[in-house]
Nanobody, 127 residues
Framework: QVQLVESGGGLVQTGGSLRLSCAAS????????MGWFRQAPGKEREFVAA????????YYTDSVKGRFTVPRDNAKNTVNLQMNSLKPEDTAVYYC????????????????????WGQGTQVTVSS
């Protein structure tokens, strides 16, 4: 089992940057596919980004491509979400999640594929 703790959320102006961090407990972090999701008020939780175990592949939802990156450091048991050129529509609670077994790129975009979740961190982008 793995426990996930997000940090780094806050208030930022349009066009600004934030880096979210997700720290994982346990010694098997490198065996998990890691994902980031977000949930805006009144909306369903949606996929943002994912990264494979060895950082060979990354996946992004179209609305964040070119603005967000999702680096991980298996030695430190962390995965980050670097968010640049932020927009008001990026305002949401952001969650990191861990997926134990193999998954297709399509499955990585689905909430139900993930086994463990963090508590979330609020990101607010002011216009």
């Amino acid at each position: 089992q793995v426990q996930l703790v997000e940090s780094g959320g806050g208030l930022v102006q349009t066009g600004g940057s934030l880096r979210l961090s997700c720290a994982a407990s346990g010694r098997t972090f490198s065996t998990y596919i890691m994902g980031w999701f977000r949930q805006a008020p009144g909306k369903e939780r949606e996929f943002v980004a994912a990264i494979s175990r060895g950082s060979y592949s990354t996946y992004y939802t179209d609305s964040v491509k070119g603005r967000f990156t999702v680096p991980r450091d298996n030695a430190k048991n962390t995965v980050n979400l670097q968010m640049n050129s932020l927009k008001p529509e990026d305002t949401a609670v952001y969650y990191c999640a861990a997926l134990r077994f193999g998954a297709t790129s399509q499955a990585m975009r689905v909430m139900g594929s993930y086994d463990y979740w963090g508590q979330g961190t609020q990101v607010t982008v002011s216009s």
